[in-house]
């Protein structure tokens, strides 16, 4: 029988994941200072969070490194410097994208490294590759995710294949990933149980990443939870590509853990969040994203749209519905 | 056996009511220019939103004229004049408060007004207050609803005998209301059971009117609509009070009737709303807003909060914990 919880109980299993840096990465180019950082890391640790990821593990032969922060490339001896050896009270997470990271070359044994679990982002149709990762990153002994990216455009078939797939991998968490924002509740009800049978059938746990073109992030964060999901990611104040993330600020609010402690999180949000806007990194939402998450499209042309500081909004409509 | 939809069907009985001029004019002291009035007006027809709330029935004895635009006594010979006659292709709505209102006196009989429907908004401890001007109301030949705010404070007991109470009287329809942004999809989705039993047993609609100091006011809307709740309230821009409403392009968005044409209000949103931010009125999700929802609190203090310019989140928390 699986665990789940009430509005008064709560499971000791949830786990708490936060992406502000990496998801947030995607609108200020990585760069973080390094003052915020550190910050963030005393934030989370505080307020209880269980995990942080910290960025991308992108191979560096691909990327021009003088374009982007250092959290885009997430080097081991990087994170220790900054901060100054392994943070306690936290774990720390990196994303490795499936033909963007030289998993062989950049990821080494877990006794070197500050970290404690690679998540292997995925498109459906790439997922042997991205067992070939997984299985590496186990080997060298991560806790290792499959995240399975823009599930609402998969078909019933595909999906039933890939968890199939992950299922019998050295995977450890299968995630939830609602790339689009297109997901209504009650749809992610059935994707979420569907998930945890197979989770339930091969002895997987798992997560859920939702994003907020539809103001339905934390909405579909917390239906998740109450069927049985057990790794929530949450970025503070939302910060994310396009309309952003499920806020953690909401979800820590929502939890009945006692660790968890919203009010270090709020005080982050008032110190260190201006300066990130400040900075011109721009995410939250914005009619564009309804329209592309309505339209179960990639969020890139209402991205561009937002940044030209365009407003016409019935002619993008137009515009996405020429493109059907 | 009660009809409900699915996520490619529609039911026809399902109703939307723009409130964007009568929870929205808190935000602006109802301080909206005929022309814009107008042209929300039109968009609303084009988009095919069942009914427009124009604003509240206020006695004059009771608020000084000059400190408030029109829209919030709604003389029935202002309404005519401003939009030229009564509308075709919606139908009108307002609102009258319990005790702030003057109904024998300022709501005559249907025939001479542009109204169609008045919405008694009431706490639970003045029903039978309430019921009195749905009778009124009902007697003079208006659809009535009764609104029941504040739920999240009610005691269960309170709550059933309110529903017997209101289901015995003359009003058509019985709304839920999150007054505080405080309720969570999964107590939503129960409280919406209770209140469509209640509709079933004495042949009343049900409405939502939701807010979104959470998130969470389009997700409880269309969690809502799922179970069969008929009367969905929005606001566009999600115009209203503190955090706001539901958003009117999301609703529309989510809604499968063809009738509803979302263009129209997209071009309203880029064309008109942002005088109204330009006005200097403030609305929409803000740290303040999570905390008073997640406490079960009237957002009063966080309006406060958010005027003041405070972005000190953690003191805030304390102070309102400090207040339990």
Chains 1, 2 share one sequence.
Not at 89 to 117: H, Q, T, W
Not at 188 to 202: D, N, S
Request: charged share 25%.
């Amino acid at each position: 029988m699986r665990e789940t919880g009430t509005l008064l109980s709560f499971r000791p299993s949830i786990k708490v994941l936060d992406a502000t840096m990496r998801d947030g990465g995607l609108v200020n180019r990585f760069d973080f200072s390094d003052d915020w950082v550190r910050a963030l890391v005393r934030a989370n640790v505080r307020a209880g969070v269980d995990y942080m990821e910290l960025g991308y593990k992108s191979d560096p032969d691909l990327f021009d490194k003088s374009q982007f922060g250092m959290w885009k490339f997430c080097r081991d001896e990087d994170v220790l410097t900054v901060l100054g050896g392994v943070p306690e009270g936290i774990k720390l997470s990196c994303m490795a994208d499936v033909g963007r990271c030289n998993y062989e070359r950049d990821i080494g044994p877990r006794e070197n490294s500050p970290f404690s679990m690679y998540r292997i982002a995925t498109y459906i149709n790439t997922i042997p590759a991205a067992l070939a990762m997984a299985e590496h990153c186990h080997k060298m002994g991560y806790e290792t995710a499959v995240n399975i990216m823009a599930i609402s455009k998969a078909k019933e078939k595909e999906l039933s294949l890939a968890l199939d797939l992950i299922g019998n991998s050295a995977a450890d968490i299968i995630y939830i990933v609602d790339s689009y924002g297109s997901i209504y509740p009650e749809e992610m009800r059935v994707i979420a149980e569907r998930y945890l049978e197979a989770g339930e059938k091969y002895q997987k746990a798992i997560g859920i990443h939702a994003h907020n073109n539809q103001e339905l992030a934390f909405a579909n964060t917390i239906e998740c939870t109450a069927l049985g999901v057990d790794y929530l990611d949450a970025t503070v104040g939302g910060m994310g590509r396009g309309a952003g993330n499920c806020r953690m600020e909401l979800l820590l609010g929502f939890l009945k853990n006692p660790k968890y402690k919203l009010a270090h999180i709020l005080r982050f949000l008032q110190q260190c969040m201006p300066y990130i806007r400040e900075q011109g990194a721009k995410w939250g939402f914005d009619p564009a994203y309804l329209l592309t998450g309505m339209l179960n499209r990639h969020p890139g042309s209402a991205i561009r749209f937002v940044d030209e500081g365009r407003t016409d909004y019935a002619e993008f409509f137009n515009e996405l519905l020429e493109q059907e």
